[in-house]
């Protein structure tokens, strides 16, 4: 009679930290970047904007505290020496403020695509070349057909295995639609003045948000506390 085969060793100690548990905020081997609003680090898998991953923040309309959001991070990046890049942005970027909210002008690099069918392209071409700290791109405002699943699916698998932020900032009409973006933020004011922002996750590594975050933005234009050096945007212009 042949001896009994071994024991398999337990599920837990088999695969440990590895295992993730879909009532659990799932783990990122690197560390997310911080928001620097404690409410939403306790609510992102790696306490953090994830790197290496897509990032889709769904607006009603522009301008109701989106960057605001995310210039924290941006601007820790620049600090850091690493550049930031934006693509399609729907305003002229007003230098002097984006210098009061930290983020060093000489790391910013603006690109201004006119064909919409160019701008993901662009996208997808940075993310492959891993050579920015963080990008924030706005697809047009009737993406439809032209950013199809399968064409984010393209711009996800360009940011896995990098070291860089990714934003993609659609409209709000996107919310049902089928994404591949691990994290997917819907925005909202909570208010007229826009000081306030409430912040629906719908798709994220974990359990579903029981309820909407609001957190307090900082001012459009904060406290002057020098006098700005002034510094350009770089911007170039794509047909």
């Not at 912040?199 to 406290?223: C, E, W, Y």
Request: no cysteine.
């Amino acid at each position: 009679m042949s001896a009994p085969a071994a024991a398999l060793p337990p599920l837990d100690a088999a695969l440990g930290a590895a295992v993730w548990r879909a009532h659990q905020l799932g783990r990122h081997a690197a560390r997310g970047v911080p928001s620097r609003f404690a409410a939403l680090d306790a609510e992102l898998p790696g306490g953090g904007w994830p790197v290496g991953s897509l990032t889709e923040l769904l607006i009603e309309r522009h301008g109701i505290g989106e960057l605001r959001l995310v210039l924290p991070a941006l601007a820790q990046l620049a600090q850091d020496g690493r550049e930031v890049l934006w693509i399609g942005p729907p305003f002229i970027p007003y230098a002097p403020a984006l210098q009061q909210h930290g983020l060093v002008l000489d790391r910013l690099l603006v690109v201004n695509v006119t064909q919409r069918a160019d701008r993901l392209w662009a996208i997808e071409q940075v993310l492959k070349s891993a050579s920015v700290g963080a990008l924030i791109a706005w697809l047009p405002e009737d993406d439809g057909a032209l950013v199809a699943s399968d064409r984010l699916r393209r711009l996800q698998l360009a940011a896995q295995g990098t070291r860089s932020l990714a934003f993609i900032v659609r409209p709000q009409a996107a919310r049902n639609s089928a994404s591949p973006a691990p994290l997917r933020l819907h925005l909202a004011p909570i208010d007229a003045s826009e000081e306030r922002l409430q912040i629906d996750i719908l798709k994220r590594r974990g359990p579903p948000l029981a309820a909407p975050l609001a957190l307090a933005l900082p001012p459009v234009v904060p406290a002057r506390t020098s006098a700005p050096t002034r510094a350009p945007v770089h911007a170039t212009n794509a047909a």
